[in-house]
T-cell receptor
């Protein structure tokens, strides 16, 4: 069974631009969570989608948004990029939503903002 | 919420020795825990999990111990191999919350 895939793997943008990242969960998994990983902060929760609905949201500004499609694939968008948005963005998929459950990560998208 | 900390940011062990990586959490309502391994340039890899109704769980060469009294979690790796070199971090899920909280990770280096 294929794992979680994320595209693109690397991205370089300049301040003020916007970016869209994509995540395809493990087949059969309907929940996708997004995280930002930086050396100083570790993994920070952005949001979770299940059945095309945002179920939970972390403490990030409104510039960070996402959506999920009927096939469970998810996209994350960051608008008006700032230097501090440079990070590894990870998505993780789970079979269900709500409560504690196994969560599997993709390889991440490395975003560099210049 | 939840606050998760790791006791050591780095750990070096000789090949063949056992490794112990520790994690402390703050919320006594936390009831599900996962250990992840992250190699350079890769996403976190699920190693083993444990729920709060257990004190110990074993996998292949790994054991997770949970001490709910002192809110402490540890990962033991037996007969550590060079391929075990990576960053390890714990993820904690409070039953009163809606997200995982992560430690910042311990970088394990295995010396051949």
């Amino acid at each position: 069974k294929a794992g979680v895939t994320q595209t693109p793997r690397y991205l370089i943008k300049t301040r003020g631009q916007q970016v869209t990242l994509s995540c395809s969960p493990i087949s059969g998994h309907r929940s996708v969570s997004w995280y930002q990983q930086t050396p100083g902060q570790g993994l920070q929760f952005l949001f979770e989608y299940f059945s095309e609905t945002q179920r939970n949201k972390g403490n990030f500004p409104g510039r960070f948004s996402g959506r999920q499609f009927s096939n469970s694939r998810s996209e994350m968008n960051v608008s008006t990029l700032e230097l501090g948005d440079s990070a590894l963005y990870l998505c993780a998929s789970s079979l269900g939503s709500g409560g504690a459950r196994e969560q599997f990560f993709g390889p991440g998208t490395r975003l560099t903002v210049l | 919420g939840e606050s998760v900390g790791l006791h050591l940011p780095t750990l070096s062990v000789q090949e063949g020795d056992n490794s112990i990586i520790n994690c402390a959490y703050s919320n006594s309502a936390s009831d599900y825990f996962i250990w992840y391994k992250q190699e350079s340039g890769k996403g976190p890899q699920f190693i083993i999990d444990i729920r709060s109704n257990m004190d110990k769980r074993q996998g292949q060469r790994v054991t997770v111990l949970l001490n709910k009294t002192v809110k402490h979690l540890s990962l033991q790796i037996a007969a550590t191999q060079p391929g075990d070199s990576a960053v390890y971090f714990c993820a904690v899920y409070p039953n009163t919350g809606n997200q995982f909280y992560f430690g910042t990770g311990t970088s394990l280096t295995v010396i051949p």
